[in-house]
């Protein structure tokens, strides 16, 4: 059973940063492959950001973040972050990390079991 918990969001400028954390609690993550999606309101779910450890560590980023957004992970502390930089308006929405319990790259929501209860960011001036 892995568990999830994100914190982080809150209210930034346009240009500055923020970083997400998400803390999984229950099973490693290392044998996970683990994803950010944000959801903005009246907006279906989309990918963020993911990270894929065994096989080497492999990420990938939806085309609106490359270059600005950044996800880790700390397999030894159970933990993902997501450091968003020059961050912009249309950023603002609900972030969620979820999990896969495997090594195939998916990029759709309805790919990922485990999800935590989202951490809103708000980009405004």
């Known amino acids: 059973q892995v568990q999830l918990v994100e914190s982080g969001g809150g209210l930034a400028r346009p240009g500055a940063s923020l970083t997400l954390s998400c803390v999984s609690s229950g099973r490693t993550f290392s044998s996970y492959v683990v994803a950010w999606f944000r959801q903005a309101p009246g907006q279906e779910r989309e990918f963020v950001a993911l990270s894929r450890l065994r096989g080497g560590n492999t990420t990938r980023y939806a085309d609106s973040v490359k270059g600005r957004f950044t996800i880790s992970r700390d397999d030894a502390e159970n933990v993902v972050y997501l450091q968003m930089n020059s961050l912009k308006p249309e950023d603002t929405a609900v972030y969620y990390c979820?999990?896969?319990?495997?090594?195939?790259?998916?990029?759709?929501?309805?790919?990922?079991?485990?999800w935590g209860q989202g951490t809103e960011v708000t980009v405004s001036s």
């Open positions: 979820a999990a896969r319990h495997t090594s195939i790259i998916r990029f759709g929501a309805d790919e990922y079991d485990h």
